[in-house]
């Protein structure tokens, strides 16, 4: 049959576009895709406009107040900070947790040769708090593959890196009797649900979708075009036979809001193919030392506090390199006084100091001048250093038996 | 990391290309490309100029004389009478026969919902013929997913058409110990080694190449995108862990002309992730009842003879639709004679009686005109018969059992 005549398939419409390009958050300011964070603004990205751009809803006090009610705990402070601050759908799975009706997490992690940075910390803290008062399955995807394909990475070197990086997210503290963590490069090779998943959705997707989603063009490796299928497969329930068996169930995935094209491609596809539309929740970029402008990331070492520095590690980079709001000499500061809104020691306050009090006395000291830049980075380097070092603990309890047992598909405890 | 800049894998220059559009077979005449085989010539496809088109070597007398010599059988009668015509580094396959070094035997198979044609014999049983002469291991693909992709098939039917058809080639008398059988939904599934080839051949093809190569265009969904790298992916020794361990050993493939473009494909990209280019094969393409203007298709019924039909069924197909190169009254065929060139019964006897003396001999008393249309169509329906009822008696003994232990990864044992 001719490629032309046989590509019969459907086209999928994007109906979740508000906006002549909204799969890149791109505008006179900021950009935003899967791969680049950068914004021209010394705050930021301004994530109003991405929300609108992306045609998600706002994380407002009325859906907080709700999360409160159905789950009769205090939201997490990284919801009621706004570092979540984006959702699609979380209320049909308050809903279904109403109800007493299923779904499960899922997330991911693209691995890294280096050691996790704080900023990872950030929607892994979340999914734990998640599978904790919703008590439901949690499955991580590590895009071993995606890293082969993007970078100058071996299949070997990419794998390894996934297990060094599975023991880092473990960590984080995940109930090993709720959670499956799986690297592509095995998984794929161990389940047939999960390719033939891929299939039903790579049978979805056209080049054009993925070009207009991810900038894709024709000198781009096929393996990149394939590979958001892979990404999104996990939204699907049935990938995972050892947890759900033949049931479909919708999932809720916490992540940055970079990833969200990915899963509005998913959002598309799923309905068409006989599943959920995943729900999201989305964070704000963690941003790096030297300012809101970048995300941290983890292969830019002097930008980056990695989970395994050392207490004088720290230290030294919040000390150097964390960029202040602060005036250039003591008398200025007295008098101006700093700002907090591209203070970067504050903002990452703002994600690790869970007492809401402490940390407004701390926002009106600096902002008056009664506080010195000095005096607040030390404020953060007590706080962050007993949280790594928890960190670190916690990782050299693991063992490879441990590892080997949170990466088994297997039945979950729920 | 920006797409652009993360595109860093080199490009693969098709360096076996020798002509403006070398992949698709296509001049003033003929159409060849892995889905449409269309001749305007009435003695079908000009296999001289794909030759020169896609740039293989002709099967000549020299190598047909050495194939001989180094395996002491005389050739079997489809390399004798050129149905198998065009070839790529076969003489380095022979080599490493005569230093006892080891190689395999990779074809495949995009399953239908119908029995196999006839047509589907030939290669399958020259295979058959190679792996008996070479003693080595034979790997059969069942490309379940690539008819999901490119047809109106869920991945369940497209699956059960692969087990169905499964049979049917075992059926072709492969050897139990020597031969492997996967469908890719489900070995995909067993075995990650698989998938990480999959992802080194992806990472090495741009949109570029397979739009040059297959003619996709911007509206193709991804999975077809994808898909070259899975065909491409059993030339890798080391995707079958269970037969050749971590080995790299080449393969050779005999197929029909129309898959080419996959193969030199793969045999641009072995190289680069350190693997042998593959070995070719080509034969020519079963032609229609019809005609030797299209090949065989087993989903056009009228112009096909599948290996399940009845003695009735074969015999009405031969007679009322087996384009004849007699005359159109008897007295005109006594004086003018009949074309063997065109006449698809004497096509087919080509291929399906061994004796060389007594298929001369059918060649001259039709060219004569001794040897009337319905005289010849009846020798070809004697010889016919009994070969499909051979095949139906084989097809019928095979249990489920013996299609799983070919279906099952294991050692072989050569």
């Known amino acids: 049959m001719s490629e032309k005549l046989a590509n019969n398939v459907e086209k999928v419409s994007i109906q979740e576009n508000h906006s002549d390009k ?3 958050g791109k505008d006179e300011d900021d950009f935003v895709d899967p791969w680049n964070v950068v914004s021209k603004s010394d705050t930021g990205v301004d994530y109003d406009k991405l929300i609108v751009r ?15 009610k159905v789950t009769g705990k205090p939201v997490h402070h990284l919801l009621r900070r ?25 997330t991911g992690r693209g691995p ?37 394909l993007w970078k100058d990475l071996s299949v070997e070197e990419a794998y390894k890196m996934a297990l060094e990086n599975a023991k880092d997210i473990i960590a984080c503290g995940f109930d090993i009797n709720k959670t499956f963590i799986f690297s592509d490069f095995t998984y794929i090779g161990q389940r047939a649900e999960f390719y033939r998943n891929m299939i039903r959705i790579q049978k979805c997707v056209t080049f054009n979708q993925v070009k207009g989603i ?29 947890i759900f068996g033949t049931q479909k169930i919708p999932c809720l995935i916490p ?27 989305h964070s704000k970029f963690f941003p790096a030392l030297q300012g809101a402008q970048t995300k941290m990331s983890a292969s830019e070492a002097n930008s980056t506090i990695y989970v395994n520095d050392t207490p ?8 150097k390199h964390a960029f202040s709001g602060g005036q250039v000499t003591v008398e200025e500061h007295r008098k101006i006084g700093g700002n907090c809104d591209v203070d970067i020691a504050y903002q990452y306050l703002r994600f690790f100091l869970e007492d809401d009090k402490k940390l407004e006395e701390i926002r009106k000291n600096y902002t008056s001048g009664e506080l010195l830049t000095g005096e607040l980075k030390k404020i953060l380097i007590d706080i962050l250093t007993p949280i790594l070092q928890g ?5 050299a309890k693991i063992t490879d038996e441990t590892l080997q047992t949170f990466m088994t598909p297997r039945k979950l405890c729920i």
Chains 1, 2 share one sequence.
């Not at 950030?122 to 890293?147: A, G, R, S, Y």
């Not at 075009?225 to 990404?231: E, G």
């Not at 960190?391 to 990782?395: A, F």
């Open 22 to 24: 909204p799969y890149q």
């Open 54 to 68: 992306f045609g998600s809803s706002k994380i407002d006090d009325e859906l907080l107040a709700r999360f409160e």
């Open 82 to 106: 706004g570092f979540f601050f984006s959702h699609r759908d979380m209320h049909s799975i308050l809903t279904r947790y109403e109800q007493g009706k299923p779904f499960y997490l899922y």
């Open 112 to 148: 890294s040769s280096s050691s996790m940075h704080v900023g990872h910390l950030i929607p892994f803290t979340l999914c734990k708090w998640l599978q904790d008062i919703f008590n439901c399955p949690l499955v991580i995807q590590m895009t071993d593959d995606e890293k082969t």
């Open 214 to 242: 991810f900038g894709f063009d024709d000198s781009t490796v096929i393996g990149k075009i394939a590979f958001p299928a892979v990404q999104a497969t996990p939204c699907l329930s049935t990938s995972f036979p050892d």
């Open 255 to 281: 992540c940055a809001i970079d990833q969200d094209p990915y899963f509005r491609m998913s959002r598309d596809v799923c309905p068409r193919i006989g599943f959920d539309k995943p729900a999201l929740l």
């Open 312 to 319: 004088k590690q720290l230290k030294n980079k919040i000390n």
């Open 391 to 395: 960190h670190q603990d916690n990782r």
